[in-house]
């Protein structure tokens, strides 16, 4: 298979569900509804909303057909990929779950009420290269609000946030918020003169390089070297809490910028009535283009993984497919690194034997007579499987010992013309002869 794909046995898959059941069950408590999208949009959806880097890793999907047929020979010559892709290729695998839920809420609007929350979990797909908790195909789980400014919804993922991961074990996680306004305003206050894109990409680099790496390339990239010391002392403070929000009003420079942003990290405050995981994070930036408000970052500390969940509000995504106006807001968990995070931690309880039942039989008489009462067991809401080989009754109870069945049904002659079964629990080994009907009592 290639690499950074997976297969999932049924074991992983039972743990990879169970954490999907958590947050789908928290999302509907906040009345998020389910959408999917295709796996592949066009390219013209897809370029131009991840930055140049996210562009890079967009997977491409050849045209059906003789694909070179339509390419221009000059550009064919040139060994010019960039060039040649929008003739070869007019389709891509979906980078994340974000751009096309825009695509979506532009092509449905007539359909949607807003504001419209939605969630999904599917896959995605980036060309990057697989290390420890970064994959080529991975699944998000999204969920959004689009079609409000309304900070109520900054303190309602706030909140998701602390169910889900309390509900999962892990309630060491850190969530991390920042306003992309205040990190325009702290960009202003060094008189950096480069890009706002250059600015947040090298204070991102905080965690992995250092302060002396990020400052290094500050400089590279147009900051003052005299305010340096200023923005070192703020990336070194963390507390979510109004002092610091007036600490910042003061240092920052005055701008429009600054007013926006620390209003709304001060409306967010307001919301949270009780005590959350929370702390500011002034270099956290989330790579993403079209971030304008809060945007928030969750991790596991000493997990060795990255952020396992981000987000923010983003204005007018809609807005590059043609709807203007509509300002939204999501988070996104990643399966995968929430799963190698578990299994790190020992977090998935001990494999339990499932409340199924397996069918054993001695002959093919008695095997028939299984058929009827698994049938009568599923249509009362139980699982039931009928042995399908004609082998020795060990052999049928080590396949049931090894498929994690709790409940072994064996029928012979004795029990057909009794109209019982013996009925054996795997997990305590006692048995007993029960009548049909009560087999369901046993289920319960």
Known sequence: MPKGTRDFSPQVMKRRNRITRTIEEVYKKYGFDPIETPAM????????????????????????????????DAVLASKSSGKLTSTIAGKGLRYDLTVPFARFVVQHQSEITFPFRRYQMQPVWRADRPQKGRYREFWQ???DVIGTDSL??????????????????????????????????????????GSFTDFTVAIDKLDKIGWEGVSRELLQRGADEATLPVLEDLLRKSEFNSELLDYLTTVLVDCEEKDT??????????????????????????????????????????SGIGSVSGGG???????????????????????????????AMNLFPADELENKILFCH?????????????????????TAVVYTERKKIGKQFDYANKCGFKWVVVVGDNEMSDGVVQLKNMETGE??????????????
């Open 152 to 193: 109520l919804c900054e303190a309602d993922f706030i909140k998701i946030y602390h169910e889900v991961f309390n509900a999962l074990g892990l309630s060491n996680y850190e969530l991390r918020i920042n306003h992309r306004k205040v990190l325009e305003a702290i960009a202003k206050t060094c008189h950096f003169q």
């Open 431 to 444: 048995q007993n002869q029960v009548s049909i009907a009560e087999i369901h009592k046993h289920l319960e």
């Open 141 to 143: 789980c999204d969920a």
């Open 362 to 382: 001695f002959d093919e008489k008695a095997m028939n007579y299984c058929l009827n009462i698994a049938d009568t067991v599923r249509l009362n809401g139980g």
């Open 41 to 72: 949009e066009k390219l013209s959806t897809l370029t131009g909303k991840y930055g140049e880097e996210g562009d890079k890793l967009l997977f491409k999907i050849l045209n059906s057909g003789d694909y070179l047929a339509k390419a221009d």
């Open 261 to 302: 942003g620390l209003k709304e990290l001060r409306e967010v405050l307001g919301y949270l009535n009780f005590d959350l995981n929370l702390s500011l994070d002034l270099s956290l930036a989330r790579g993403l283009d079209y971030y304008t408000g809060c945007i928030f970052e969750a991790v596991v500390p000493d």
């Open 313 to 343: 509000r983003y204005d007018d995504l809609t807005g590059i497919f043609g709807l203007n106006g509509l300002s939204g807001i999501g988070i996104s968990f990643g399966l995968d690194r929430i799963y190698d995070v578990m299994m």
